[in-house]
């Protein structure tokens, strides 16, 4: 299991923004796909975004469409997740997953590999 550095979470009011990131030191991270997940107590793990090593392509959940913006920045081998206008719905621990699949996925099953996570509460 390699090791994640997933950072960014925090306390914000509802409207705010963070921007998590997530790299993998080892991994050369535009060979693999990478997905953002969510797990918030007594719900669903949901995925929230994904990026494509193959072509980029870019997934995002319908909660998080319009707010959300997945990235990837290749020189600091490092993805991120910008999240604006978050809710209090958005209230969960996020971590990031990344395997070699040409074609990223919404599930985590399709991932080898998990971060930790970062915590990110929205509450005033």
């Known amino acids: 299991q390699p090791e994640f550095v997933e950072s960014g979470g925090g306390l914000v009011q509802p409207g705010g923004s963070l921007r998590l990131s997530c790299t993998v030191p080892g991994f050369t991270l535009d060979y693999y796909s990478i997905g953002w997940f969510r797990q918030a107590p007594g719900k669903e793990r949901e995925g929230v975004s994904c990026i494509s090593s193959f072509d980029g392509r870019i997934l995002y959940a319908n909660s998080v469409k319009g707010r959300f913006t997945i990235s990837r920045d290749n020189a600091k081998n490092t993805v991120y997740l910008q999240m604006n206008r978050l809710k209090p719905d958005d209230t969960a621990l996020y971590y990031c997953?990344?395997?070699?699949?040409?074609?990223?996925?919404?599930?985590?099953?399709?991932?080898?590999?998990r971060g930790q996570g970062t915590q990110v509460t929205v509450a005033s």
């Open positions: 997953a990344t395997d070699e699949l040409s074609n990223c996925r919404s599930t985590d099953y399709y991932y080898s590999y």
